[in-house]
Every structure is written in C-alpha cells, then in structure tokens.
C-alpha cells in the first residue's frame, strides 16, 4: 500500500492497492487518484508562485 499526503488535513492518506483513489483515515478525505494528483499539482504552482512573488517583492 502506498501512502501520501493528505491535501485537507495533510496527514499520511492511503492510496488503494488498485490506485483508484486516495483515503485519509484521519479527516474522511477521499478522491479518485487522477483528482488528488491535480489537487496536488495545484498545490505546487500555488507554492511556486508564492514564493516568486516574494522573491521579487511583489
């Protein structure tokens, strides 16, 4: 079973064995997997972009 991290509560979540989808015990979160990869694609350029804007002083 593979593990990842939760984009609600960000605790350690479950991929299912069939990678179908992404379960957090701990919050209910759950998701196909294909969303949470986008929800956590998104995530990532949210940080980039954060983190440029600061860079430049904006």
Known sequence: ML????????KRARVLDDMSRVV????????EYDAYIERM??????IV?????????C
């Not at 957090?24 to 998701?31: A, I, T």
């Open 41 to 46: 694609k998104d995530r990532i350029y949210s």
């Open 3 to 10: 593990d990842a991290k939760c984009p609600v509560c960000e």
């Open 49 to 57: 972009d954060e983190f440029m804007m600061d860079r430049q002083g």
């Open 24 to 31: 957090c015990d701990h919050c209910g979160y759950e998701d």
